[in-house]
């Protein structure tokens, strides 16, 4: 549904996505990405903007934050399985730092809840394969994007960040809006990822004077990185679907973003 299931097809695909990408962005010590998990025809370049920047600095550990589409629950699920598996190739679940983003009040447990039917850990992986190859990850579904739930996460991931560890933050921005109005919308997210301000993130957020289905997810992100001393970020693209559809009338909003060094 979001990506080719060919190996071949899936690999040229991303290498055909890469070389569309501008060559004269800077590149940043990156930490962390902000990435879209639309189909690859509409945001695989708008990702591609945020994986290129990675592509030279292997980590071993990368861990994926996603909304859930799908099931709704009341907290925070760290895939319990041992892995995904992509055409890629499969890739294995860290258990340990898995088990190391749990709390002892379950508010952030092991389990399947909302990993079953979403898309948004996924359609992160064969970036990643295609450009580093070996990693493990471990998989976080965030079913409530309540205020708890997100600072529980910032303060779990602040524990576990280490120097060979990656965190993607799986997002799209607004849904169904005309292009015009989620200009206005998806400006804000922009605005608040460059300026490092994840309090007026969250309070816009919640005021829906914007939209991100994982913008309690890029929160928690951006929070835990502040708590390391680590508070630079830099949008790299932001577009919408009706750059490939052509129709302006309902679109649905991407960007990629760095937290780096």
């Known amino acids: 549904m979001f990506y080719p299931q060919r190996k071949d097809e ?8 890469f070389s569309k990408v501008n060559t004269g962005i800077t590149k940043y010590k990156a930490r ?17 903007y945020g994986f290129d920047q990675i592509a030279a600095t292997p980590f071993k550990k990368v861990i994926i934050l996603s909304p859930s589409h799908r099931e709704y629950f009341g907290g925070v699920c760290v895939y319990s ?33 909302g990993h079953g039917p979403e898309h948004a850990i996924e359609v992160q992986l064969p970036f990643l394969q295609y450009i580093w190859g070996d990693f493990k990850i471990a998989a976080v579904v965030m079913g409530e994007q309540s205020r708890r739930n997100i600072d529980a ?21 607004s849904h ?10 998806d400006s804000l997210i922009e605005k608040h990822i460059n300026a490092f301000d994840c309090t007026s ?21 951006m929070k ?17 679907s009706s750059d490939t559809s052509g129709d302006e009338s309902e679109v649905v909003g991407y960007l990629s973003a760095v937290i780096y060094n």
Not at 35 to 48: F, K
């Open 176 to 185: 169904f809006y005309s292009h015009q109005i989620a200009d206005s919308l």
């Open 81 to 113: 399985g041992d892995g995904y598996s992509t055409p890629l190739g499969d890739i294995e679940t860290d258990h340990e730092l898995s088990d190391a983003l749990c709390t002892p009040d379950k508010r952030i447990f092991r389990g399947e809840y």
């Open 224 to 240: 835990a990185y502040g708590k390391k001393d680590i508070s630079k970020a830099k949008v790299l693209y932001r577009n919408d």
């Open 32 to 48: 962390a990405l902000v990435s879209p998990h639309a189909g690859y025809i509409y945001s695989g370049l708008t990702a591609a």
């Open 10 to 17: 899936l690999k040229g695909l991303i290498s055909l996505l």
């Open 153 to 173: 996460l910032a303060e779990n991931l602040a524990d576990v960040l280490t120097d060979d560890t990656f965190v993607i933050a799986s997002s799209d921005l």
């Open 201 to 221: 993130l969250q309070k816009d957020l919640d005021a829906r004077r914007t939209e991100a289905c994982g913008g309690g997810l890029i929160t928690s992100m």
